[in-house]
C-alpha cells in the first residue's frame, strides 16, 4: 500500500501534530522522519492537549505502531520522560519502535548549541538550544553516536572517548566552558538510559517495508517545515534536517514510488519563531491580534512567534519542493475577528515583480510583498463542521489560496480540537 507525507510548507507549527493525528484513524504506521525535540505538535482531544515532541502524532490511536526514523536525532533522556508524561495520561506507548540507525544527541551536543548561539551575538539562529544542529553536524562528519550503539557498551564508549576528546577541546579552549566527563554520560546513557531503550529499538526500515507489501497504509509526518529544510529555506536560518518531502524518504527508508500522496501543510496566515527573513511579517496591531488569538507561543520553549499575512510565493514554492497534492489549511478561525484579510500573491524588489520565491537571498531579505485584500468574514468559524458552515467571504479566502498556490485545499481547521474541521475542496 501506498505512504503519504505530511509536510509543513511555512516555517513550523502549522498543525502537523493535529492533521498528523486526523489521518493515522486510516493508517497502520506513523514514522517521524527528521529532527527532534526541537518540533512540538499539539494534539487536543476532548479539551486534553498533548505536546509531543518525538513521539509520532499516531501515538493516541492503540492501532497504530508509532516509529521513530533514522533520519530523526534522539535525546534519550527526553523520550523517556514524554513516554512517561503520556503513559501517566493513560496513552499506551508499549509499541513505539526507534530506529536504530537514528543518531543521538548527547549532553556536549546541547551544550555546544548553547555557547555557539551565545557566541554568535546579534547574529544568533534562535535555535531551541536543544542540541540538534551539533547532533546532525557530528552525522555528517561521522563521529556521531547511533541508538543502536546504546546495545554495545564497549562500541558507545569508545565512540564517546572518540568524540568527547575533541568536543572537550573546543569546550575549554573556543568557548571557555569546564569539561565535560566522559563516565558520567556513559553511565548516565549506558546504565539507565540503555535498558529502558533497548526493547524499543528495532530495525524500523525492514518493519515499514514489510507492513507496506502487507498492505497497510504508512504515514511519514515531518518535523519542522519546508522553509527551515537545511537545504532549502532560508539559510543559515534553518534547522539541520531536511523537513521536504524529499527528507521522508531518506529519513524512513521509504523510496519515492510508495508515496503516492503528499499533504502541505499551512496556516491561513505565518508565524516563525527566531530568525531570519519573513516579507510579509507583522508588527502592528494586526500582529498582535494573531498572535492572541492563535496562542501564538512555542508548543516547546514558549517564545512568542512572529505573526505575518499568508504569502502565497512561500507556499507556491513548497508547492514545487515537495509535490505537494494538496493543502490542509488551517487556524482560519484566527482570523475571525479582522475586517480585511490580506494574501501576499507576489514580491518587489529593484523593480523586478517576483512570483516565485527569489533565488538571491539578499534579494529576499529586501523584498516588499504584493498584497490583495479581501473582505473579512466576522464570524466565528469555531463550531463550523462542513464548507456550507462557512461565510461567502471565508469560502472566497480559502478559494482564492487555493488558486494562488496551484494546488487544491482539502481541509480546513476551525479549531485547535481533534474534530474542529472542514472537509474543503477548492
Ligand atoms: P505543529 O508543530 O505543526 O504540530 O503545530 P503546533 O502544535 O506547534 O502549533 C499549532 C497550534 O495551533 C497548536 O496549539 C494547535 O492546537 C493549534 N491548532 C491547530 N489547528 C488549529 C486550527 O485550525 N485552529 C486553531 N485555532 N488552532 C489550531
Ligand atoms: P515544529 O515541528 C517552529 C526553528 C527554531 C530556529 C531554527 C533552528 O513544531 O513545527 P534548531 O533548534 O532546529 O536548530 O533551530 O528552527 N525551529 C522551529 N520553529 N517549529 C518547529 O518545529 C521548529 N523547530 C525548529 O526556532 O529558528
Ligand atoms: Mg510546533
Not at 203 to 215: K, P, Q, R, W
Not at 326 to 331: D, F, G, V, Y
Not at 388 to 407: I, M, S
Request: proline share 5%.
Amino acid at each position: 500500500m501506498p505512504a503519504t507525507v505530511v509536510v509543513g510548507t511555512q516555517w513550523g507549527d502549522e498543525g502537523k501534530g493535529k492533521l498528523t493525528d486526523l489521518l493515522a484513524k486510516e493508517m497502520s504506521v506513523v514514522v517521524r522522519y527528521q529532527g527532534g525535540h526541537n518540533a512540538g505538535h499539539t494534539i487536543v482531544v476532548d479539551g486534553e492537549t498533548f505536546a509531543l515532541q518525538l513521539v509520532p502524532s499516531g501515538v493516541l490511536y492503540p492501532h497504530i505502531t508509532p516509529v521513530i526514523g533514522n533520519g530523526v536525532v534522539v535525546d534519550p533522556g527526553v523520550l523517556l520522560a514524554e513516554i512517561d508524561t503520556l503513559e501517566a495520561k493513560g496513552v499506551d506507548c508499549s509499541r513505539l519502535k526507534v530506529s536504530g540507525n537514528a543518531h543521538l544527541i548527547m549532553p556536549y551536543h546541547q551544550e555546544l548549541d548553547r555557547v555557539t548561539e551565545r557566541h554568535l551575538g546579534k547574529n544568533k539562529l534562535g535555535t531551541t538550544k536543544r542540541g540538534i544542529g551539533p547532533s546532525y553536524a557530528d552525522k555528517a562528519t561521522r563521529v556521531g553516536i547511533r541508538v543502536q550503539d546504546l546495545l554495545d557498551p564497549k562500541i558507545f564508549r569508545e565512540k564517546l572517548d572518540v568524540a568527547i576528546k575533541e568536543k572537550n577541546l573546543v569546550l575549554a579552549k573556543v568557548y571557555n566552558r569546564l569539561p565535560l566527563s566522559a563516565d558520567e554520560i556513559a553511565a548516565r546513557y549506558l546504565d539507565e538510559y540503555a535498558p529502558r531503550m533497548a526493547p524499543m529499538i528495532d530495525d524500523t526500515v525492514g518493519f515499514v517495508h514489510e507492513a507496506l507489501a502487507a498492505g497497510q497504509h504508512v504515514l511519514l509526518e515531518g518535523a519542522q517545515a519546508t522553509f527551515l529544510d537545511l537545504d532549502h529555506g532560508t539559510y543559515p536560518y534553518v534547522t539541520s534536517s531536511n523537513p521536504v518531502a524529499g527528507g521522508a524518504c531518506t529519513g524512513s527508508g521509504v523510496g519515492p514510488l510508495h508515496i503516492n500522496r503528499v499533504i502541505g501543510i499551512a496556516k491561513a496566515y505565518v508565524t516563525r519563531v527566531g530568525s531570519g527573513p519573513f516579507p510579509t511579517e507583522l508588527t502592528d496591531d494586526v500582529g498582535e491580534l494573531l498572535v492572541e488569538r492563535g496562542h501564538e507561543f512555542g508548543t516547546n520553549t514558549g517564545r512568542r512567534r512572529r505573526p505575518g499575512w499568508f504569502d502565497a510565493v512561500m507556499v507556491r514554492h513548497a508547492v514545487r519542493l515537495n509535490s505537494l497534492s494538496e493543502i490542509a489549511l488551517t487556524k482560519l478561525d484566527v482570523l475571525d475577528a479582522l475586517e480585511s484579510v490580506k494574501v501576499c500573491v507576489a514580491y518587489e524588489a529593484d523593480g523586478r515583480r517576483f512570483e516565485h520565491l527569489p533565488y538571491h537571498q539578499s534579494t529576499l531579505h529586501k523584498v516588499t510583498p504584493v498584497y490583495s485584500e479581501m473582505p473579512g468574514w466576522r464570524t466565528d468559524l469555531s463550531g463550523a463542521t462542513h464548507v456550507a458552515d462557512l461565510p461567502d467571504a471565508a469560502r472566497r479566502y480559502v478559494e482564492f489560496l487555493a488558486d494562488q498556490v496551484g494546488v487544491p485545499v482539502k481541509l480546513v481547521g476551525v479549531g485547535p480540537g481533534r474534530e474542529q474541521f472542514v472537509h474543503f475542496v477548492a
